[in-house]
């Protein structure tokens, strides 16, 4: 365990997950791409970290090693001080949990809800029947569902409700951490809003910190605490959620706000298919926005920029060698 005072849960460093690769029976060496590289982060006690990115640029990949669903290809994940993968699965789900994209196939079709919340509360922390029956009613309750709902099947249920129950199911564990993989983008905007309104309340509620991964600008602006944006595998940058809306200093965080806010068009910004994003088989040298980037200057197609505080404050990080100047948004 760390100090007290220390307010990092997670602390990730160099994290790299790569695909593929090696060689076939016969030798051939096999395609190899990197999902996530090299990527490092903190998450503070309390925060919403909202991580935003296209559609391919690695955000599910991340969430998947956060939570310990899968492991590393290189790098560390320390959660309260401890490394991850000498923690275990067990250990790190009592304490990172995670609620995925689509509610109702991540949910056992063949468990009733009751055997769905309970599951986590007798293998993860070991409750005997009384205890797991008393926390059943405050979670159903909590989560906004009918007792009578504990009897029932996920494929009764509406995508919201569904997300609900996915929701309970994560907190049956009482973790620190949520890490949320697009929780409500399979869901109707008028849904949305109410799980969105969910989500906060049980975050103060129960003193929760998450990590809230949408390709939405527009939901992760509406509830994080602090944004990172993800592109191509990397973070490039990293800001509190006002500072980095206020003034991004990313060309691809510009690009992502100026295409979230023209009127008319959908809000989440389009991947626009496979153009858009490098082929991961085949990564530019160096900046991987260059080809896209108008700021872009003879070195960005040599060296890879790092992560750094670029200006005066030290809570503004951005991955660029020709960052948008402060002044452009005074
Ligand atoms: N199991 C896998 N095997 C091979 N490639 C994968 C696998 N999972 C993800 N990828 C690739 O890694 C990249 C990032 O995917 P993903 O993490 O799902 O991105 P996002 O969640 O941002 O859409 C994509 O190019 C994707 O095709
Ligand atoms: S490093 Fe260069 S190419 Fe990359 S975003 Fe910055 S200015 Fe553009
Ligand atoms: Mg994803």
């Given at each position: 365990m ?10 990730v460093r ?11 029976l016969f ?5 190899q791409?990197t999902?996530?590289?090299a ?5 503070q006690?309390?925060e919403t ?7 391919g640029?690695g ?8 939570v310990?669903l899968?492991?590393?290809?290189a790098?560390?994940?320390?959660l309260d001080?401890e490394d991850?993968a000498a923690?275990?699965?067990r250990?790190?789900?009592?304490k990172?949990q995670?609620?995925?994209q ?6 056992n ?11 986590p ?6 409750l005997?029947?009384?205890?797991r ?5 405050q979670?159903?309750?909590?989560v906004?569902?009918?007792?009578e709902?504990l009897?029932?099947y996920p494929h009764?249920?509406?995508g919201g409700?569904a ?15 949520v890490?949320?993989?697009?929780p409500v983008?399979?869901?109707d905007?008028?849904v949305?809003?109410q799980?969105?309104?969910?989500l906060?309340r049980l ?6 910190t ?6 939405d600008?527009?939901?992760v602006?509406s509830?994080?605490t602090?944004?990172a944006?993800?592109?191509f595998?990397a973070l490039?940058?990293t800001?509190?959620?006002r500072?980095?809306f206020?003034a ?5 965080t510009?690009?992502?706000?100026d ?5 008319g068009?959908?809000?989440a ?6 153009g858009e994003?490098?082929?991961p088989?085949?990564?530019?040298p160096g900046?991987?926005f260059?080809?896209?980037?108008s ?6 197609g ?6 750094e505080a670029?200006?005066?404050?030290s809570q503004?990080?951005v991955a660029c ?10």
């Open positions: 760390t100090a007290v005072s220390d307010a990092r849960l997670l602390e160099d994290l790299s997950r790569r695909f593929g690769g090696g060689r076939t030798g051939v060496k096999k395609p791409l999902a996530v590289g990527l490092s982060l903190d998450l006690k309390g970290l909202g991580i935003v990115g296209e559609s640029c955000k599910s990949t991340l969430a998947r090693l956060l310990g899968d492991r590393p290809s790098g560390t994940i320390r001080g991850l923690a275990g699965r250990a790190v789900a009592a990172v995670y609620v995925f689509d509610p109702v196939s991540s949910l079709p063949r468990h009733t809800i009751r055997a769905i919340l309970e599951a509360m007798r293998h993860l922390l070991g005997g029947k009384a205890e029956a008393r926390r059943l009613d979670l159903i309750e909590d906004n569902l009918r007792p709902f009897e029932r009764e249920f509406s409700q997300q609900r129950i996915g929701i309970a199911r994560a907190l049956a564990a009482d973790p620190d951490v890490v949320l993989d697009e983008s399979a869901l905007v008028s949305q809003a799980v969105l309104n969910l906060e975050k103060r509620e129960r003193g929760l998450y990590v809230f991964i949408s390709h600008l527009a939901v602006e509830v994080s602090r944004v944006v993800m592109y595998g490039v940058e800001a509190p959620a500072a980095i206020a991004p200093r990313h060309p691809y510009r690009l992502l706000i295409s979230a806010q023209i009127p068009r959908q809000r910004p389009k991947s626009g298919g496979s994003l490098p082929d088989y085949n990564p530019p900046c991987a260059a080809p896209r980037c700021r872009a200057e003879e070195i960005c040599e060296a890879m920029p790092g992560l670029r200006s005066g404050d503004h990080h060698f020709n960052p948008i100047p402060l002044a452009a948004h005074s």
